[in-house]
């Protein structure tokens, strides 16, 4: 199953040079824990997680007023769209990482994918199966 069709509708993201703050916000509001850091262009540069923003501004006293890109991971291990679920699984082990941004052909981002989602679709594809209807065969 190609990725493309497991994404969620917009890519939550923020620039740069917006704040800490700004971007707590932001997530809070699209009710999400993780959020790109896209360049003009709209490509991923960096991921904010709400876990970033807890170890870095609450336990080591950074400010909110800080610019994102002071406390974002830089180092970004991404897919595109046309990749398939068992990829992103692959990667996801190899990196020890729980969130994948996906992007397009020209390295836009287009999405982002998450351990959660993967476990989600697999529940279901387990569900389907586990209730699916016996198909009789002929002999």
Known sequence: MPLSDILKGKVVSCKL???IKDAADHMKAE???AMLVVDEAGKPVG????????????CDGVSLDDK??????????TVKQSAGIQDVIRLM???EI?????VDESGKAVGLISF???????AKELSDISTATPVDVAA
């Open 68 to 77: 994102v890109s002071d406390i974002m991971t830089r180092t970004l291990a």
């Open 116 to 122: 959660g989602d993967i476990v989600g679709l697999l």
């Open 17 to 19: 040079d917006h704040t």
């Open 47 to 58: 991921i904010c997680t709400d876990r970033d923003i807890v170890l870095r501004c609450v």
């Open 93 to 95: 082990r190899d990196r």
């Open 31 to 33: 009710d999400v824990g």
């Open 98 to 102: 729980r969130r994948v941004p996906v």
